[in-house]
């Protein structure tokens, strides 16, 4: 009997453990979106690339020496009613952390266009 008894409350544990990792994983980002990240003169540029995100649903922010971008993708609702041969792009949350070369920079400006999110960062001192 203790043995049913161990059996039953690892199994118990298990399925809460599984249900943690479930609700976890609602809360997590499913995709990374690509970055391009360059140099000039006047500061650092990134590039990332964001089809079809609204530019409302976007948080970009500058986290000790990392850009952080999240937001989510909404899957379109007239695929709900469609027979779907290819599904290539990215749809749900999704967050990109792109540490940035040593030094300290300030984030002067904000653009999406294109689909891509341009990001400006200027370098302090």
């Not at 479930?22 to 990374?32: S, T, V, Y």
């Not at 937001?71 to 609702?77: K, L, N, S, T």
């Not at 695929?79 to 290539?88: C, F, G, K, N």
Request: net charge neutral; glycine share 12%.
């Amino acid at each position: 009997m203790g043995m049913g008894r161990s059996a039953g409350a690892a199994s118990r544990a298990e399925k809460l453990q599984q249900r943690f990792f479930q609700i976890g994983a609602a809360w997590a980002p499913g995709w990374e979106p690509p970055v391009d990240l360059y140099e000039t003169a006047d500061g650092l540029t990134l590039c990332v690339a964001l089809p079809g995100v609204a530019a409302d649903g976007l948080e970009v922010s500058l986290e000790s020496g990392t850009i952080v971008v999240r937001g989510e993708r909404a899957f379109p609702v007239e695929y709900d009613r469609a027979i779907i041969y290819r599904l290539e792009i990215p749809y749900g949350r999704f967050e990109r952390r792109i540490v940035l070369p040593a030094g300290q920079y300030q984030l002067v400006d904000r653009l999406l266009a294109n689909g891509c999110l341009t990001l400006s960062l200027s370098r302090l001192g």
